[in-house]
């Protein structure tokens, strides 16, 4: 697939909007040129921007005694409330806990419909225990609590799991806060594959290399991540065992091996591969069996990814002269997939809605602008919902409310989530790394 040479970040990061060059086998010295610009860990804040038309108003002070957890955990819990676009934080002062009686009238006054307080302790066996209790202020009634007995390094999950609760609790939907992002960075002259939580701070470091990471994919157990590291010198697929660190090679064929995408069963595998010649998608096993390939085109195809009933595959191609995204039935044949875009000239990265009823993408507009846009698989209609010019890899959450994708702000590479209807943007800012490839993992931890 043909390519402008300014249509790339060769100059800074590796994407996967160059992953059609990967692919192509054009992808070449550029990737031990590339770097990001600064050189440590990602540290991550929350920057809301955009109003919500429905937002719930609720008032969440301080946990009391809540330094004791060594977490600002009320700031947590209202900046994953805050950043899930359903709700607004009303400023509420110290002093309430969940042993506490709220005087209806002052909250309602402060145009509160909700109120959430809780406390932190350190209990004898060194853990931490959150409590927290949650009230309806319109009605006066009391929604009950929770009690969260934690490792110190487990208080960050603790306040998410808070946050899902009280989610759940107002929205009658299940929250996100407590699973899980993977996305890379680079620090000096390495790369880093890191799995956080799913505000981007915390977690840990999976794959630390002076060779390029890109493409990471979660597993559907969220028990593996898949992705492709350049640490032979050239394009290799591996799947690793997040709990242990362990890794295997999936794909090491000739040629370039690349866009690692799971089943939703969590059985299979579909991944680009140029080892008949071009860049073709396959199908395997997830233990490595049972190679086949999908398609038999003259084209590129690549950055596949499967719908949530598993029987169809999403992919881009330049089957009709440009980058465009395609549809195909998984056991399908050439000659067999549907063309699914046709705004404009340039549309690659698919990631499909957990209810398969919603396909985020990323546009070309103008010579050198790429947002992100989402689209309704039933009625086509096309709707964009970012104002950068520079969007890359959106990513669902697992209960399809949130996008997370890359984009660039303030002259460095950041992450941003998104409501589907762009309202609410929130920017995980990166203030010592730069950072690109994101993907939200399954529920479940």
């Given at each position: 697939?043909?390519?402008?040479?300014?249509?790339?970040?060769?100059?800074?990061?590796?994407?996967?909007?160059?992953?059609?060059?990967?692919?192509?086998?054009?992808?070449?010295?550029?990737?031990?040129?590339?770097?990001?610009?600064?050189?440590?860990?990602?540290?991550?804040?929350?920057?809301?921007?955009?109003?919500?038309?429905?937002?719930?108003?609720?008032?969440?002070?301080?946990?009391?005694?809540?330094?004791?957890?060594?977490?600002?955990?009320?700031?947590?819990i209202r900046s994953n409330l805050e950043r899930s676009g359903q709700f607004r934080i009303i400023d509420a002062p110290a002093g309430m806990f969940e042993g506490s009686?709220?005087?209806?009238?002052?909250?309602?006054?402060?145009?509160?419909?909700?109120?959430?307080?809780?406390?932190?302790?350190?209990?004898?066996?060194?853990?931490?225990?959150?409590?927290?209790?949650?009230?309806?202020?319109?009605?006066?009634?009391?929604?009950?609590?929770?009690?969260?007995?934690?490792?110190?390094?487990?208080?960050?999950l603790g306040a998410h799991r808070i946050a899902d609760t009280i989610y759940q609790k107002l929205t009658g939907e299940r929250?996100?806060?407590?699973?899980?992002?993977?996305?890379?960075?680079?620090?000096?002259?390495?790369?880093?594959?890191?799995?956080t939580d799913a505000d981007g701070e915390g977690g840990q470091v999976a794959l630390a290399s002076p060779d390029p990471i890109i493409s990471p994919a979660w597993s559907p157990s969220g028990k593996e991540l898949a992705y492709v590291s350049f640490e032979s010198r050239k394009a290799v697929v591996w799947i690793q065992d997040v709990q242990t660190g362990r890794r295997r090679v999936l794909a090491d064929f000739r040629g370039t091996n690349s866009a690692p995408a799971f089943s939703p069963d969590g059985q299979?595998?579909?991944?680009?591969?140029?080892?008949?010649?071009?860049?073709q998608l396959f199908i395997m096993n997830r233990d490595g069996s049972g190679l086949r390939r999908l398609t038999q085109s003259s084209a590129i195809d690549t950055e596949s990814v499967f719908s949530p009933d598993g029987r169809s595959i999403y992919f881009v191609s330049d089957r009709g002269g440009g980058p465009q995204i395609y549809r195909m039935a998984v056991g399908g044949q050439s000659g067999t997939a549907e063309r699914v875009t046709f705004n404009g000239a340039y549309n690659i990265s698919p990631a499909i809605s957990p209810d398969g009823r919603t396909m985020a993408f990323i546009t070309r507009q103008g010579g050198n602008s790429f947002r992100l846009s989402v689209m309704d698989l039933a009625s086509g209609a096309v709707q964009q919902i970012s104002d950068s010019h520079d969007d890359e890899s959106p990513s669902f959450a697992p209960n399809g409310r949130l996008l997370v994708y890359a984009s660039r702000a303030g002259g460095k590479d950041v992450l941003m989530t998104s409501t589907l209807d762009g309202k609410i943007k929130a920017k995980l800012i990166s203030t010592l790394a730069d950072v690109r490839e994101p993907t939200w993992g399954p529920f479940g931890r």
């Open positions: 697939m043909p390519e402008q040479p300014n249509l790339n970040r060769s100059s800074r990061c590796i994407s996967r909007r160059t992953a059609l060059l990967h692919s192509s086998g054009l992808f070449v010295g550029a990737l031990a040129a590339s770097s990001f610009s600064l050189t440590a860990q990602a540290q991550f804040r929350v920057d809301i921007s955009g109003v919500g038309g429905t937002q719930m108003p609720i008032a969440l002070p301080d946990f009391r005694d809540e330094a004791r957890a060594g977490q600002p955990v009320a700031a947590i009686q709220p005087v209806w009238s002052e909250w309602r006054a402060r145009n509160a419909d909700a109120l959430a307080a809780g406390s932190a302790a350190r209990l004898a066996d060194g853990r931490v225990d959150l409590r927290y209790k949650l009230w309806d202020v319109v009605k006066g009634q009391d929604l009950g609590g929770e009690a969260h007995a934690v490792a110190p390094e487990d208080v960050r929250g996100i806060f407590a699973t899980r992002m993977a996305y890379v960075t680079k620090a000096g002259g390495r790369y880093s594959l890191r799995i299979q595998v579909a991944l680009t591969l140029s080892r008949e010649g071009g860049s």
